[in-house]
């Protein structure tokens, strides 16, 4: 098996990252007869604050009000040569994020690969987050995270109060508007930052970083278009979707590390993407769907999300050296980076 931590292959010449599948994809349904019927307590979901795939998860599950349905249990934020571990007993309380602790349902494992031993012991593929496991059958229904967060948005209704029920992440008259963002979402940001940081050729890293700007102003114009009132704070307007949530948690990790540490510094987000600034922070503090946890600090973890970047890829960062900034990790509603707030009082003088 290749390294783990080989994010491209040392034998591919165009020094080009590129991501594998998710090998287990199995869905939760409320049909009859279904193999993975949802039931309270049945899942458990892995997770690490510092994954962006794993944070949809941790979002969706807010939103839809699934807390109580489905636990969840952080891994550490260091990944190592043996994949994300849990923390120690020794160690609970010293790493932020409630759900971070020693896995509670197997209590011999010490790194999330042992799980995926256990259901596959011939097991080839990459030990990721997140992870849909079943306690009742002792089998991964799921590591694929878009897939995961669409048997939240309705497989688990039944079992929910009727303002949770109504909450709906993917409405029928925006579902081909969504899967088109979606689709170049994914391709050209959400793992685009990935293609541009993990390059290990000149050619590879302007390949992904030159399409990954093009599509942050594509976002940007959507947004100018879409935000035109307070009543209209989301990607699709009045309403909350999946959209939003794919594009956040690429975004509100994009200053914090993709920036420096991927080397996608054309622009950040504070101070080049003023409408994407503006509903990254309507997320993160106002929470959505009337939940203000949904996207903030509950599901937001910087401290994970900084340490994990520049203390686990050491092909990019050999001494681990974690930087300080940006200050703060994101700014408050009403405050803008000096250089913005000099521009736009200057732009009102004017009128």
């Not at 869905?27 to 979901?45: C, D, M, Q, T, V």
């Not at 109580?68 to 990944?79: A, G, L, N, R």
């Amino acid at each position: 098996m290749a390294s783990i931590t080989n994010w491209v292959n040392p034998n591919d010449k165009t020094g080009e990252f590129k991501r594998g599948q998710s090998a287990f994809r199995s869905f939760i349904s409320k049909n009859p007869g279904s193999e993975f019927p949802p039931e309270k307590g049945r899942y458990h979901l892995y997770v690490s604050y510092a994954c962006p795939w794993a944070h949809r998860t941790l979002i969706t599950r807010k939103l839809k009000g699934l807390e109580d349905i489905i636990p969840v249990t952080s891994v550490h934020w260091h990944m190592q040569e043996k994949g994300w571990r849990f923390i120690t007993a020794e160690e609970k309380g010293q790493i932020p994020g409630e759900d971070v602790r020693p896995d509670p349902i197997h209590k011999d494992v010490t790194h999330l690969r042992d799980i995926y031993f256990k259901v596959d012991p011939e097991y080839k593929g990459r030990f990721t987050v997140p992870t849909l496991y079943d306690i009742k059958q002792g089998k991964i229904v799921s590591n694929e995270s878009s897939e995961i967060i669409r048997m939240f948005y309705t497989e688990f209704d039944d079992l929910l109060p009727e303002n949770y029920r109504k909450v709906d992440l993917y409405p029928e008259h925006l579902r081909s508007q969504i899967d088109e963002t979606n689709a170049w979402t994914y391709d050209y940001i959400n793992n685009g930052v990935y293609k541009a940081g993990f390059a290990t050729t000149q050619e590879a890293y302007e390949k992904a970083l030159l399409p990954l700007f093009a599509h942050l102003d594509k976002a940007e114009s959507h947004l100018l278009s879409t935000n035109t009132s307070p009543t209209t704070p989301y990607y699709f307007g009045a309403h909350i979707t999946e959209a939003d949530i794919r594009l956040f948690t690429t975004l509100i990790r994009f200053d914090a590390v993709y920036v420096q540490h991927f080397k996608c510094n054309i622009r950040d987000i504070r101070s080049g993407y003023p409408t994407l600034h503006n509903w990254l922070r309507g997320l993160y503090w106002g929470g959505g769907g009337g939940d203000e946890s949904a996207f903030g600090p509950a599901t937001t973890q910087f401290e994970h999300i900084k340490r994990h970047y520049t203390r686990s890829h050491g092909q990019i960062n050999p001494f681990g050296i974690t930087p300080l900034g940006p200050i703060p990790d994101i700014l408050p509603l009403d405050q803008e980076v000096a250089a913005v707030g000099a521009a736009a009082i200057k732009s009102t003088n004017k009128k």
